[in-house]
């Protein structure tokens, strides 16, 4: 059973350009989050989808981020316009359910390294 | 919302336990303690979660308070593969699906 995959592993992106990550959940996985790391620190939530649906987005900035997570394909994390501040390391997780204060672990894939330069 | 407090880095000896120490003194009575560890900035791994009992698996045990508020996970013989930064978890946010990863502890297992 394949793991949480992401791609690309690294990207390289100019000021002002759009990035898009891609998340494939574990098999069986309807849950997926989105998780931003920037140098030195630890991860920060951004985003929680099921399908076709964002559940929580209260780590996402206001402008220029947007996740999905169609019917069908990966979820995507897309940033336009970037900015040097958006270098960072972009992780993934996947859950088979999940049940409020439940229980069911997140399983990380193995992340995207975004540089603007 | 609960949040953790570790130390920030831990040596230890190659071969001893590791005992890795977490503060969660706000936790609610439903809310599980996780573990992961991140390993030269790979994606975190899962190591062992629980509620309220001691849990064991291959990789570690986990030892919770009566009270809830601290917890340790015991590496019971660390291998230098073990050097990485260890996360104590607990879920946060409205949807109680946020992982709430703190700064974490760096722990170097010295030969």
């Known amino acids: 059973n394949a793991g949480v995959m992401q791609n690309p592993r690294h990207l390289v992106r100019r000021r002002g350009q759009e990035a898009r990550l891609r998340c494939s959940p574990m098999k069986g996985h309807s849950h997926v989050y989105w998780y931003r790391q920037l140098p030195e620190e630890g991860l920060k939530f951004m985003v929680y989808?099921?399908?076709?649906?964002?559940?929580?987005e209260s780590g996402m900035p206001k402008e220029r981020f947007s996740a999905e997570f169609p019917k069908e394909g990966p979820s995507i994390l897309r940033i336009q316009q970037v900015v040097r501040g958006d270098s960072a390391a972009y992780f993934c997780?996947?859950?088979?359910?999940?049940?409020?204060?439940?229980?069911?672990?997140?399983?990380f894939g193995p992340g995207t390294r975004l540089l603007v330069l | 919302d609960a949040k953790t407090t570790q130390p920030p880095s831990m040596d230890c000896a190659e071969g001893r336990a590791a005992n890795l120490p977490c503060n969660h003194s706000t936790i609610s009575g439903n809310e599980y303690v996780y573990w992961y560890r991140q390993i030269h900035s790979q994606g975190p791994q899962y190591i062992i979660h629980g509620l309220k009992n001691n849990e064991t698996n291959e990789m570690a045990s986990l030892i919770i308070t009566e009270d809830r508020k601290s917890s340790t996970l015991i590496l019971p013989h660390a291998t230098l593969r073990d050097t990485a930064v260890y996360y104590c978890i607990v879920r946060v946010g409205s949807s109680g699906n946020q992982f709430y990863f703190g700064t974490g502890t760096s722990l170097t297992v010295i030969p």
């Open positions: 989808l099921q399908k076709e649906n964002i559940i929580d």
């Open positions: 997780a996947s859950s088979p359910t999940s049940r409020g204060q439940g229980k069911e672990t997140q399983y």
